[in-house]
């Protein structure tokens, strides 16, 4: 019997270490304190900024307060994957993360149409059609009619455009390292998947029901 009170006494005590290091009530869960044990040995796990003012509790009573957290630092993460792009770009032909992601597509294909290459980069028309205007100005990439279809025009990576590409390419993985940041091996394979999982539902919504309004695609996709 002593030994049961001791397992509960040593229970006791994580909880207490536990509620020490949670920067704030939402966090204080049972899966808050599993990550919290499954993570004892890393002193920096629980390490993070308080994004939270005075009114939090009145904020959470009339909203849902991990989404909105969640949609905060996704916003969060990509500023900062932009400041640090913008250090390798910087000296180079190739001026903006947009149009590196059109540039490496490109890269992987000998040809796409225009409307393909900006679809797969989750842009509206016009935004994609600048940016393509801007690359074959620059004349990293060139466009050609389809053959298939006489409506269509194609879009295929330059010469000068791959040597941009491979020119800043060892570089930006210095941004792939700094952006994962302190996430262990295992932390990195489960945000990938994770994030895999989001792009493909998100990715799905701006394919078939972008014209849709809001609580339609909520009653759609997750309500349904």
Request: charged share 30%; net charge neutral.
């Amino acid at each position: 019997m002593q030994s049961k009170y001791l397992l509960i006494k040593q229970l006791i005590d994580k909880v207490a270490e536990y509620e020490n290091v949670v920067s704030s009530a939402d966090e204080m869960n049972l899966e808050g304190f599993s990550n919290f044990i499954n993570h004892a040995s890393d002193p920096t796990y629980f390490q993070k900024r308080n994004l939270s003012g005075s009114l939090e509790l009145e904020v959470q009573e009339r909203g849902n307060k991990k989404e909105t957290t969640i949609a905060i630092l996704v916003t969060f993460i990509y500023r900062y994957a932009k400041l640090y792009a913008k250090k390798v770009l910087q000296h180079s032909s190739i001026s903006t993360l947009d149009d590196f992601s059109y540039l490496i597509l490109l890269l992987t294909h000998e040809s796409l149409s225009k409307t393909e290459l900006i679809q797969k980069n989750v842009h509206e028309k016009t935004t994609g059609m600048e940016i393509i205007k801007r690359l074959i100005k620059q004349n990293l990439i060139y466009q050609f009619n389809d053959e298939k279809d006489k409506r269509s025009q194609r879009v295929a990576i330059t010469e000068e455009g791959k040597i941009a590409i491979f020119s800043i390419l060892h570089k930006l993985e210095d941004v792939s390292t700094i952006m994962t940041g302190n996430l262990t091996e295992l932390e990195k394979n489960s945000l990938s998947t994770i994030l895999k999982k989001l792009d493909h539902f998100h990715f799905d919504i701006f394919l078939n029901d972008k014209n849709k309004t809001l609580p339609e695609i909520i009653e759609n996709k997750i309500r349904s």
